[in-house]
């Protein structure tokens, strides 16, 4: 996604971007929240 954000510039999909912003991104605040929790140990 991001080469395709940075280097197409014009023909990125807005729909795609939203849909990943909205789906993927929520999903990986728990992915986060360990790996900085882990970190701590």
């Given at each position: 996604?991001?080469?395709?954000?940075?280097?197409?510039?014009?023909?990125v999909?807005?729909?795609?971007?939203?849909?990943?912003?909205?789906?993927?991104?929520?999903?990986?605040?728990?992915?986060?929240?360990?790996?900085?929790?882990d970190?701590?140990?």
């Amino acid at each position: 996604m991001r080469d395709k954000v940075t280097h197409l510039y014009f023909r990125v999909s807005l729909e795609k971007v939203w849909l990943v912003l909205e789906e993927d991104i929520p999903n990986l605040k728990p992915l986060i929240e360990e790996v900085l929790s882990d970190m701590e140990k």
